[in-house]
């Protein structure tokens, strides 16, 4: 049974309501042309998609943001750096904290309406205090248009990337679409949900028959995989990366494109490791023409301060998964930097 609580608005009702400041637009279309560069192979910088697990308290995120945002002036010249603005966290067993969209308030149940208001005001004040437009992940296809009109990257989940719906409706976002592979490390399945991000589709989405062109920036990002035993199993090293290079060869995909997630099961969740991935993969970057071509760039969780808590008491520390510090990021995106 659904009991209805809240009547929540269409995204456009929201939009209105609460716009993007104008002065926002130029620094939006200006951050979108960049990344989008990346993935199209038009510029050789990196992207560094980094940030928190989750955004779950804005003041930290706000504060992380603006350290990122002085960062990025230091290696603008070789780096794109995204940050992580995660407000939609997905659960293996479906209860815990599911992220600010849901709950505004950590501490507190379930508040859509406010929710979503709190990740617009967010992600309006990081551009704001940063210069830098973000990304997220498209947990819930029906809500990308609460937001998309402020992000430049999205990421499609491994628990999604064989959905039907979030297929269909990354093939209308704007900006790249990351598609994560599966939790049994399908490559297969990945490219297929990559294939159909790119095509044309004609499908239903809040209450429309709607359209799309396709999204040529659709991608790949190799985020680990998990066997039946619930053993972690790394694809970031160059064996895994070269079979994706040679399928995209193969293929009718356009802008091939490797993102490399460090965290998850490429780390096993040892957040400190995913210095040592970005490491390796540079160097396979150095070594390799066609992966120098087609790994563009890496995804790092962090936050202010490194691991993780139960609860909200520790300033800019993570309550969901275990995060780099503040310190090791500086580190490692002047040494990612200095290695292109």
Not at 99 to 104: A, E, H, K, L, T
Not at 199 to 228: M, Y
Request: hydrophobic letters at 35%; a negative charge; one cysteine or more.
């Amino acid at each position: 049974m659904f009991n209805k609580k809240i009547k929540i608005p269409e995204p456009e009702e929201i939009l209105e309501a609460m716009p993007m400041p104008a002065a926002l637009k130029a620094i939006k279309q200006k951050r979108d042309r960049l990344v989008c560069d990346v993935i199209t192979g038009a510029s050789d910088k990196l992207l560094m998609i980094v940030g928190p697990c989750s955004a779950h308290e804005e003041k930290p995120v706000l504060d992380y943001v603006e350290r990122l945002g002085r960062l990025n002036e230091r290696v603008k010249d070789r780096l794109v750096i995204v940050p992580r603005i995660y407000t939609n966290k997905p659960r293996t067993r479906g209860v815990g904290y599911k992220g600010m969209f849901s709950q505004p308030d950590p501490n507190k149940s379930e508040d859509i309406l406010k929710g979503i208001f709190a990740i617009r005001e967010l992600n309006i004040k990081a551009i704001e205090a940063s210069g830098l437009t973000a990304a997220d992940e498209m947990l819930y296809p029906s809500n990308i248009h609460y937001v998309d009109d402020l992000l430049s990257y999205a990421a499609v989940g491994a628990r999604s990337c064989e959905n039907q719906l979030h297929r269909l409706v990354a093939s209308g976002i704007e900006v790249p679409v990351g598609v994560k592979n599966p939790m049994s490390g399908s490559i297969l399945t990945m490219l297929n949900s990559v294939y159909a991000a790119q095509s044309p589709q004609v499908f239903k989405l809040n209450g429309w028959q709607v359209e799309t062109d396709g999204n040529p920036l659709a991608h790949c990002i190799l985020r680990g995989a998990v066997d039946a035993y619930g053993n972690d199993i790394p694809n970031y090293h160059y064996e895994t990366v070269m079979q994706v290079c040679s399928a995209y060869s193969k293929s009718d995909l356009s802008n091939p494109a490797v993102i490399i997630d460090c965290n998850h099961s490429n780390s096993g969740k040892q957040f400190r490791q995913q210095v040592r991935i970005c490491e390796e993969v540079m160097r396979n970057r150095n070594y390799d023409a066609d992966f120098k071509n087609t790994v563009k760039g890496f995804m790092v969780e962090s936050f202010i301060e490194e691991g993780n808590q139960k609860e909200d008491i520790i300033y800019g520390k993570s309550i969901t998964d275990p995060c780099l510090g503040w310190e090791d990021t500086e580190r490692l995106i002047l040494s990612v930097a200095e290695k292109i």
